[in-house]
């Protein structure tokens, strides 16, 4: 079992960024797939960057390719997810998810075992 913490959500203007973080309490992530998914009001859950812990392949949504950059430490077992020329359509909650045996890198989310409580991003127009 693992448990995820995210932060470092909050609202932002148009073309700004943030940051957020996702830690993974009590063990490492070790050989984990890292994803972060996201969910705006009545819409269904929606993939947004994964990446291999061990040998840090990414894969990014159409969406946000080129905008966001997931990204790990493993010294702070922490994976981030850094969000630049952010649009209001990027308002959601987004989550923190992880697949402990690696798999490849997957947009489903059935593909993910462990998930953190989310957090806001609000982007004003």
């Known amino acids: 079992q693992v448990r995820l913490v995210e932060s470092g959500g909050g609202l932002v203007q148009a073309g700004g960024s943030l940051s957020l973080s996702c830690a993974a309490s009590e063990r490492t992530f070790g050989s984990y797939t890292v994803a972060w998914f996201r969910q705006a009001p009545g819409k269904e859950r929606e993939f947004v960057a994964a990446?291999?812990?061990?040998?840090?392949?990414?894969y990014y949504a159409e969406s946000v390719e080129g905008r966001f950059t997931i990204s790990r430490d493993g010294a702070k077992n922490t994976v981030y997810l850094q969000m630049n020329s952010l649009k209001p359509e990027d308002t959601a909650v987004y989550y923190c998810?992880?697949?402990?045996?690696?798999?490849?890198?997957?947009?489903?989310?059935?593909?993910?075992?462990?998930w953190g409580q989310g957090t806001q991003v609000t982007v004003s127009s």
């Open positions: 990446i291999y812990w061990s040998g840090g392949s990414t």
């Open positions: 998810a992880a697949d402990p045996y690696g798999r490849p890198l997957s947009s489903r989310v059935t593909s993910y075992n462990y």
